[in-house]
Structure formats: structure tokens, C-alpha cells
């Protein structure tokens, strides 16, 4: 069969409160960002793995506290006493170390609160800049544990209908059941499946969902 042509056009994700999905993985994390107000010292990282919710999760967090986001492009300080995100923190190096501890110390100074995301605890960061390690050292830490399956099909879900693909709970159920406890897999199995029922002009089905499973393990061998 001649397989039609597929055009990767970009998904746009949902990131408010009504599209985080909580379970018993995240459920803890979820209540200590609710919590902000009593913070140590109006700070804290939230640690996770990649793709386990931090982005969208401190997005719920920023729409709460009426927050904004900061990232190594961002030019202009936040204005005094805003709240503020720094998404991806663990990624700041060199020159943007000093960029960030100024932006710590502004938020803090002017009594707002500070989040940041990271993959590691700020311990395991690598930070060269002695003023900016001790004081990421001594912000509080909040985990985002590996999913359970409840969290990945909803993570499914979330990706499929981010993408406008209608897909059948048991297709869910099947890919749960058979895909690698690691949500950092997940957009790349939406991402390979959605490419795949493209290409072959079909709806996502068992054997279409098997075969790509196989083909990612088999690339992740590799």
C-alpha cells in the first residue's frame, strides 16, 4: 500500500490547572507548590526527570501566584515583588550564572517568590559560581517521583489530544501496559505513533502501537 504524506505539524500543549493530571506520583509535589507561602525563605526547585510535568506543573504555579517566566533569553529583570519562574535552572551556565544569582537575589529582596525547575537537585548542578551554589544548596527541593500508570495515561491522553489525534482506551491501556516506566519516552512514542498512522493514512491501532514500541526499544538499544 502507498503510504500518503505526512506533514509534522506542530501540537500546541495545554499547560493550565485543568489539563494536569495528579496521582499518587505527583501528588505530594503538587501540594508543597500549592503551599508557596510557606516556603523557606520564598524559594524552592522542583526536581524531575524529563518530560515528568515540571514546565506544566510550575505553569499551574505561575496562573496561582500570579507568576512570570524567566528563561537564559529573558533580558529584563521582573518588576519588584513579582513572583517568578525559572524553567530549566540546571541549564544556566558561564556568564548566565551571574544572571541568575542577580535574579535570586532581586525576587527575594523584594519579597516575591521564586521557583525554579531543574532534573537534578541544585547540588548535582555543577554551578561554578560559589555565592549562586550555596544559596541554591539551601532552597527547598521538591520531587517529582517516576510515574505510575495512572500518570501515563493520562500523559497519553494529554499528548494525543494536544495533537487533535482521537485514540481508544484501549489503545491506551495497551501502550501503559507495554511502554517503559519513563515519562521522558512518552513524547517521542506520541510523537512516533502520530508520524506512523500519518504515513499509513490509518487510525493508531494495537499492531501499529506494538510495532512502534518495538522499534523505539530497539533505538534506545542502540
Known amino acids: 500500500m502507498a503510504q500518503q504524506l505526512a506533514f509534522d505539524l506542530p501540537s500546541k500543549p495545554a499547560l493550565d490547572r ?86 535570586h537575589n532581586h525576587v527575594l529582596a523584594n519579597g516575591g517568590h521564586l521557583l525554579l525547575t531543574a532534573t537534578q537537585p541544585p547540588a548535582l548542578w555543577g554551578t561554578t559560581l560559589p555565592d549562586l551554589a550555596s544559596r541554591m544548596q539551601a532552597t527547598t527541593t521538591v520531587t517529582l517521583n517516576q ?4 500518570l501515563l495515561a493520562a500523559l497519553l491522553v494529554k499528548l494525543f489530544d494536544d495533537r487533535q489525534v482521537a485514540i481508544s482506551p484501549q489503545i ?9 516506566r519513563s515519562t521522558g519516552l512518552v513524547q517521542r512514542l506520541v510523537d512516533a505513533l502520530d508520524q506512523a498512522a500519518l504515513e499509513l493514512g490509518k487510525p493508531i491501532s494495537r499492531s501499529l502501537a506494538s ?8 533505538a534506545m538499544e542502540n
Open 18 to 103: 485543568d489539563a494536569f493530571f495528579v496521582s499518587d506520583a505527583n501528588r505530594l509535589a503538587v501540594a508543597q507548590l500549592e503551599q508557596f507561602d510557606a516556603w523557606p525563605d520564598r524559594k524552592a526547585v522542583l526536581c524531575g526527570p524529563e518530560g515528568s510535568g515540571k514546565t506544566h506543573l510550575a505553569h499551574v504555579w505561575a496562573e496561582d501566584a500570579q507568576g512570570i517566566f524567566i528563561t537564559p533569553n529573558s533580558k529584563d529583570l521582573p518588576q519588584a515583588g513579582r513572583n517568578i519562574v525559572i524553567d530549566n535552572a540546571d541549564a544556566w551556565k558561564d556568564a548566565q550564572e551571574t544572571v541568575l544569582f542577580h535574579l
Open 147 to 150: 510515574p505510575d500508570d495512572a
Open 211 to 218: 510495532q512502534v514500541l518495538d522499534n523505539l526499544a530497539e
Open 172 to 180: 491506551i491501556e495497551f501502550l501503559v501496559r507495554r511502554m517503559p
